[in-house]
């Protein structure tokens, strides 16, 4: 009896930590409780610029979800507005945590239902935050780059932002000049002069530059 009491003391006195497996606090949080917060950016057009303005993104399965707001100044018949969902998988966002870029996909769809190719790469500069490059495919012909940064944080506690625009620069899709289109019959042409050489601008048909 004195020998079954003493190995109920001793088993008492035992230092018990957490099961193994267990989360502890110092476990980063799980990837479906993660959400991601873009700074807002901005890039350049012809005699003009687009405004994009996102909240946080939350995990839904394999993608980050966000709606956006997009501005086109001066040419404000061109703003929209719609969803947009950003594709990456649960070893590419612990890769970005350990401090690999990422490369990733994804797709935008705006209030009249165009949708747009969003492709980008994350360069992390911590475990939680880092640079963006985004390009939004509009179409075969024009392509918007944004030069931005992230935040990762809960689902609960998204990260704060600076809120200022990140400035970044428009160029047309591949390496050829291109022409940022307008409603209403108005075509402006985007061009550009290379180091060595000029190239010669193309006008495209009038549409929105967005559309």
């Not at 267990?22 to 959400?35: K, N």
């Amino acid at each position: 009896m004195n020998g079954l009491r003493l190995l109920c003391l001793l088993l008492l006195a035992m230092p018990w930590g957490p099961a193994r497996g267990a989360e502890t606090s110092d476990t980063p949080p799980h990837a479906h409780s993660l959400s991601v917060t873009v700074e807002p950016a901005r890039t350049s057009i012809y005699v003009g610029t687009v405004s994009l303005t996102m909240p946080p993104f939350a995990r839904r399965g394999t993608a980050f979800e966000s709606t956006y707001d997009c501005k086109v100044f001066p040419y404000f018949f061109s703003n929209e507005h719609g969803t947009l969902r950003i594709e990456v998988s649960d070893a590419d966002l612990d890769a970005l945590q350990k401090g690999q870029p990422i490369d990733f996909r994804g797709h935008a769809r705006n209030h009249r239902d165009a949708e747009r190719t969003v492709e980008g790469r994350a360069t992390p500069e911590t475990s939680t935050e880092g640079r963006l490059k985004v390009r939004v495919r509009v179409s075969r012909r024009i392509e918007l780059i944004f030069n931005t940064r992230y935040r990762l944080g809960t689902a609960h506690t998204p990260a704060p932002t600076s809120g200022a625009p990140t400035q970044a620069m428009a160029r047309p899709a591949g390496f050829e000049p291109t022409t940022a289109r307008l409603e209403g019959g108005c075509s402006i042409q985007l061009s550009y002069r290379r180091e060595h050489g000029s190239a010669e601008p193309q006008t495209v048909g009038p549409e929105s530059p967005l559309s």
